[in-house]
């Protein structure tokens, strides 16, 4: 048998982080088998769904590299394979034609509250042997209903949640097809697993009341039940279900917020997930191991410290060129856009160990590339009488020297010697001169990125 798993977002939003790990794990289970993964846009929701958000959903996919193997598939590209279906249900007498009118079930459903039960379809258009059904009402287009099993139980061993068995009694005829003709997303979901030959199911857990229905229906069909794994929910930092109030809920949010794909792609991987005690991995080894028996029944709660550290690293390790080629993109967005490759990437090396965001890195060596607003108090505290003579001095010697992070040092060793001062005397008001602030690594690696013509320019204009 070949694995076939498939991500089956319904584009009503944008691609949230408890959906980017359900397509993570569906992706990774596939590749760890050799299978096919598939994607599945379930549009059929109109009144809701959005060009906007299958791009979305695509956008959202595409930056965390999650490339899948068929589709996207739209299931409104799929209505009249879907009709074919239902009207050969109702050949065999698996579905069947429900006249009741809006104001009927509602009136239904008032009474079984009224009589605390569970508000449910009475069955009243179901055929069944013996009964005499009324002749159909002229004003009123029927919709279609599945012939539900009224005995017995629908059962499965859910691959996270262990055994799980629904009566029958407790489900109704669901519907499958609206007074217009069009099939709804329950049904859908049904055919497009069968046709698409899905053999593992791994959703969401909210799906769960779902699964007894769909296994009926695929029954009734004669296709193969795929197997299911229901994952747990997301809890927020404050244990509470993760919203749009918990901070970045979209994926390309956290592109915004100067993530790396691959931190992001590491912690989902962890959120739920573990193999021994390993926390950094890439996906490649991700693949190698991951396996449906080590997700947790439990909720996973998102820990955004965490997160934040696993940025730190990639952003640590990631190749200086590709780390460029993302920064340059920030860089750009705050009105820098002609800084010089070999500077860039220079400047990355010097800073990218202090940074955990993009945002943050890219604002760090943003005064290697335009002249920087200098932080009043550090000027006041760190260019005064006693510290400029010492700065003037220094820079004079500057013109001469080769331009080397070494020879910068010598210098200012030798500045520090002849004036009797302590180092931090000349390191603090060149720091406030060359880059605004009083903290950088150090001021001589941060002179040669920039270069002497800038360094002593910057350096001269609080001399004269």
């Not at 012939?147 to 068995?165: C, F, Y």
């Not at 010492?390 to 020879?407: P, R, S």
Request: with cysteine; glycine share 6%.
């Amino acid at each position: 048998m070949q694995v076939r798993t498939r991500f089956a977002p319904s584009p009503t939003g944008f691609l949230h982080i408890g959906g980017a790990r359900t397509a993570l794990f569906s992706w990774a289970y596939a590749k760890r088998f050799q299978g096919q993964f598939v994607l599945r846009i379930e549009d059929t929701d109109v009144a809701r769904s959005t060009p906007e958000a299958v791009q979305a959903i695509l956008d959202g996919m595409h930056w965390l590299g999650l490339d899948y193997d068929e589709g996207p598939f739209y299931q409104m590209q799929r209505m009249d394979q879907y009709k074919v279906v239902i009207q050969n249900m109702l050949a065999a007498g698996t579905a069947y034609l429900c006249y009741c009118s809006k104001e009927e079930l509602d009136a239904l459903r008032e009474q079984q509250m009224q009589q605390g039960q569970k508000p449910r379809y009475d069955g009243r258009w179901r055929p069944e042997a013996g009964k005499v059904l009324p002749a159909p009402p002229q004003d009123v287009s029927p919709v279609v209903r599945f012939k539900n099993p009224t005995a017995g139980v629908v059962a499965w061993d859910d691959l996270v949640k262990g055994r799980i068995e629904i009566s029958n009694t407790e489900l109704d005829d669901v519907i499958i097809a609206r007074a217009d003709g069009t099939p709804t997303y329950n049904f859908c979901v049904v055919v497009d697993d069968w046709e698409m030959n899905i053999t593992h199911v791994i959703r969401g857990d909210d799906h769960v009341n779902n699964t007894p229905r769909q296994i009926n229906m695929l029954n009734a069909l004669g296709a193969k039940v795929p197997e299911y794994a229901h994952l747990s929910m997301i809890l927020g930092d404050d244990g509470q279900k993760l919203s749009k109030r918990h901070g970045a809920v979209s994926v390309m949010q956290y592109d915004e917020e100067g993530y790396l794909p691959e931190a992001v792609l590491n912690y989902l991987a962890r959120l739920g997930w573990s193999h021994g005690d390993d926390e950094v991995f890439d996906m490649q080894q991700f693949c190698t191991w991951f396996d449906l028996d080590h997700i947790t029944p439990s909720a996973a709660q998102f820990n955004t410290e965490k997160l934040n550290w696993l940025n730190a690293h990639y952003i640590k390790t990631c190749d200086i060129g590709k780390l460029a080629q993302d920064i340059a993109k920030r860089l750009a967005q705050a009105g820098v856009s002609d800084a010089p490759p070999a500077q860039l990437a220079s400047a990355l090396q010097l800073y990218r160990e202090r940074a955990n965001n993009l945002n943050q890195l890219a604002q760090d060596i943003h005064f290697f590339f335009t002249l920087p607003q200098a932080n009043a108090a550090d000027v006041e505290k760190h260019i005064t009488p006693e510290t400029l003579p010492i700065v003037a001095d220094f820079a004079q010697k500057l013109q001469t020297i080769d331009w080397t992070a070494e020879a910068i040092h010598a210098v200012m060793n030798e500045i520090v010697t002849t004036h009797q001062v302590k180092f931090p005397k000349l390191a603090m008001p060149l720091r406030v001169m060359l880059i605004g602030i009083a903290q950088s690594p150090s001021i001589d690696q941060v002179m040669m990125i920039l270069g002497r013509e800038a360094s002593i320019a910057r350096i001269n204009a609080y001399l004269s």
